[in-house]
């Protein structure tokens, strides 16, 4: 069967992107975001810690490793990356609501490919690498 | 000691709560940690997503089991789906998913079940006041093993190497036949303040009936598409694991998208069923997935991987709407034996009833080396079938109610059941002509 080598994607061991500008920034934002939410929390109760581990930190802990992710080689991957960082991010104020920003995900896709294609989507984040 | 201290000054609650952080945030860390430290390549992060999502559907089964059979209960009766704490819920499915997995690089993974057995047994009875284990409990440990952690493992690890797709491709069915009728529609019927229940009733009318049956002929077709991208693509439905051709054959002969229009589908019946308007905004969520998403990815990555034979199958094969009749590329060749039940079929009802469909087949006398009395080869599509399989390949060639007989006849249970009726039709025919013969002699 005749496939090309590394289809559908590099065959390297995945390394995070640590020393990328545009991934810290994104990290930067998910640790403000999980910093936000907390104050916004206050005053704590340590009964409620696990309510904050999983509406305040799983999503915040999930966007700093998204933001960290390697960068995928097609364009409208990479805006869905950086995308999907940024709703997980906006995940932590959700609270129970959390639930219909999983559901909005296509949609947040969507948007991505619809970016992919004019000048913007392209300035911002290069072209097909 | 001054921990000891600090652990029972804790009121219940307090104490609930850091077992239930720590339980969610600990298997999360060392998820993490493992991440950096070994440096997975694609192929090994693709097993890592296979095993954590083939958990949460089957700890919530496990759970439903545990709940009914008396295994086990969580008393505390916040953030949780059907008594299932989500934290907890979580957290164990990436204990059991992406640690387990990436700890196949460090430790074979007999070693890992038995491992996370033994720690489960030792740490389930301290865990009060978070969970409750009642009698028999070992009982559920070991559905636990067999429902949720060796399936994943295996699919993980078949999924790494990159072995073996027709079975992925029953792990990556049932998988999603999980979130499909499970997992999905209770989330969504608990968040709109109703439960599994509401879908899972016996019908009460017409419209109920007709319903279910529409969607259970859904879910053929969706899994015939899941076997033909094991069997004749070799890959599997998640796009980090796809098949290495473009698939042309079985329901992708009809319609470009056939996984895609059948989830939204199925998942709009379901809306109907279950009378929820939260159904079917999944089913809009998953059309719009489908119909934007899904459909760069394709051309995004296969068209640019195979560019010609994508090309071919595009222009003749609509990605929304079901062509009446299959696009078949290249010839086929049919081996037929030269009498029996086989040939008696070919001659006096395939011929003259289906004449539309022999065209593009090369029919020839079948010879010792293609075993059974049928055999259906397309080389281009790499398609190879013998006995009732061959006979359901034959059935693609016609209209699409005909493809769809032929994808019922290939399910496994009911193809193996044909085989043998088959068998049993060709002893018959044996015995029948040998008494004629003898009749003739003796006359």
Not at chain 1, 74 to 92: C, E, F, G, S, Y
Not at chain 1, 95 to 123: N, Q
Not at chain 2, 195 to 213: K, Q
Not at chain 2, 214 to 243: C, H, K, N, R, Y
Request: proline share 7%.
């Amino acid at each position: 069967m005749d496939f090309p080598a590394g289809y559908p994607y590099r065959l390297a061991p995945l390394v995070p992107a640590w020393s990328d500008g545009k991934s810290q920034t994104l990290a930067a934002l998910a640790c403000a975001a999980v910093v936000l939410a907390l104050w916004m929390r206050a005053p704590w109760s340590l009964a409620d810690v696990d309510t904050i581990a999983l509406q305040v930190v799983l999503p915040g802990s999930l966007a700093f490793v998204l933001a960290f992710a390697p960068s995928p080689r097609v364009l409208a991957n990479r805006i869905a990356k950086d995308l999907v960082t940024v709703w997980t991010t906006l995940a932590v104020f959700a609270g129970d609501r959390i639930v219909l920003m999983l559901v909005a995900i296509p949609a947040v896709l969507a948007v991505s490919i619809a970016l992919g294609h004019p000048r913007l989507g392209r300035s911002w984040w290069g072209s097909e690498l | 000691m001054v921990g000891k201290r600090a652990v029972i000054a804790l009121t219940p609650a307090e104490l609930l709560a850091i077992e239930r952080a720590a339980l969610l945030l600990g298997p999360l860390a060392l998820a993490a940690v493992m991440v950096i430290m070994l440096r997975p390549n694609p192929r090994e992060a693709t097993a890592a997503m296979v095993a954590f999502l083939w958990q949460l559907p089957a700890l919530y089964l496990l759970h439903l089991l545990s709940v009914s059979q008396g295994w086990w209960s969580f008393p505390d009766a916040r953030n949780e789906l059907s008594g299932l704490p989500i934290d907890v819920w979580i957290g164990w499915a990436i204990w059991w998913g992406p640690v387990a997995m990436l700890a196949t690089r460090l430790i074979s993974p007999v070693v890992i079940v038995i491992a996370a057995v033994t720690l489960d047994v030792v740490s389930m009875p301290l865990l009060t006041p978070l969970v409750q284990v009642h009698d028999g409990w070992w009982m559920g440990e070991a559905a636990a093993v067999m429902i949720c952690l060796a399936p994943a493992l295996t699919a993980a690890v078949l999924t790494r190497d990159d072995r073996l797709p027709a079975v992925r491709a029953v792990f990556h069915v049932l998988g999603w036949g999980g979130y499909l009728v499970l997992l999905i529609p209770a989330a969504v019927l608990s968040f709109e303040g109703g439960g599994l229940a509401d879908l899972w009733r016996l019908p009460t009318s017409p419209l109920d009936v007709a319903l279910a049956l529409a969607a259970s002929l859904l879910l053929f077709v969706g899994i015939a598409a899941t076997v033909e991208f094991a069997t004749i693509g070799q890959g599997t439905p998640i796009p980090f694991d796809p098949p290495k051709r473009v698939v042309t054959t079985g329901p992708y002969a009809f319609v470009a998208n056939p996984m895609q229009i059948i989830s939204a589908l199925v998942m709009l019946l379901f809306a109907g069923y279950a009378r929820s308007w939260g159904l079917a905004l999944i089913a809009v969520s998953f059309a719009m997935f489908d119909a934007i998403y899904a459909r760069w990815y394709n051309t995004g990555h296969i068209a640019h991987a195979m560019p010609e034979a994508w090309q071919r199958f595009s222009g003749e094969v609509p990605e929304w709407s079901f062509r009446w009749r299959p696009f078949v590329e290249g010839e086929a060749e049919v081996a037929i034996s030269r009498d029996g039940p086989a040939r008696w079929v070919w001659d006096r009802l395939w011929r003259r009833a289906c004449a539309g469909m022999t065209r593009g087949v090369h029919v020839r006398q079948r010879e010792a080396h293609d075993g059974l009395r049928l055999r259906y080869r397309r080389p281009n599509a790499g398609i190879d079938e013998k006995g009732m399989l061959a006979a359901a390949r034959l059935l693609e060639h016609g209209p699409l109610p005909l493809a769809v007989l032929g994808w019922v006849m290939r399910f496994p249970p009911i193809g193996a059941v044909l085989q043998v009726v088959s068998g049993l039709a060709v002893c018959w025919w044996r015995r029948e002509s040998s008494g004629q013969s003898r009749r003739r002699v003796d006359e």
